[in-house]
C-alpha cells in the first residue's frame, strides 16, 4: 500500500468544496418566499378532478423484471470470456450454477403471473 495522505487530501477537498457550496447558496441564495413557491409541486398544474381509473402497476413489475434479468444475462458475456480463457471446468461449473439460479428466479415469477396482462 501507498501513502494513504494523497486519499485523505482528496476526501478533504470534498468535504471542503460541499461546505463551500452550501454556505455560498444559503448567503447569495434568494430569500423572498411566496405561497407559490412555499406550495408543494407535484407536476406543474392543479388537478381537475380524480383520474378514472388507476396505472396498473404491471408495467412497472414488467420493467423492474425485465432490469432484473437483462442485467443477469448481461453479465454471461463476461462470464464466458473468463469460461474461455482461464476458468475452464470450473467455470463450467459455475455457470451452470448461474443458470439454474437464474431458471429458478424465472420459473418463479412466471408461476406468481408477473407475465399475464388481464
Known amino acids: 500500500m ?12 470534498a468535504l471542503l468544496f460541499g461546505l463551500l457550496v452550501m454556505a455560498a447558496t444559503a448567503i447569495l441564495g434568494p430569500k423572498k418566499p ?7 409541486y407535484e407536476c406543474g398544474i ?15 413489475l414488467t420493467g423492474m423484471l425485465f432490469i432484473a434479468f437483462d442485467i443477469e ?24 450454477i448461474f443458470f439454474v439460479i437464474l431458471m429458478i428466479g424465472y420459473i418463479y415469477v412466471w408461476r406468481k403471473g408477473a407475465f399475464t396482462w388481464e
Open 34 to 40: 411566496t405561497p407559490e413557491k412555499l406550495a408543494p
Open 2 to 13: 501507498g501513502d494513504p495522505l494523497p486519499i485523505f487530501l482528496m476526501v478533504a477537498l
Open 73 to 96: 444475462i448481461v453479465s454471461l458475456y463476461p462470464l464466458a470470456v473468463l469460461l474461455k480463457d482461464q476458468l475452464k471446468t470450473l467455470g463450467l461449473i459455475e455457470l451452470l
Open 46 to 60: 392543479q388537478e381537475i378532478q380524480a383520474p378514472k381509473r388507476r396505472f396498473p402497476v404491471k408495467y412497472l
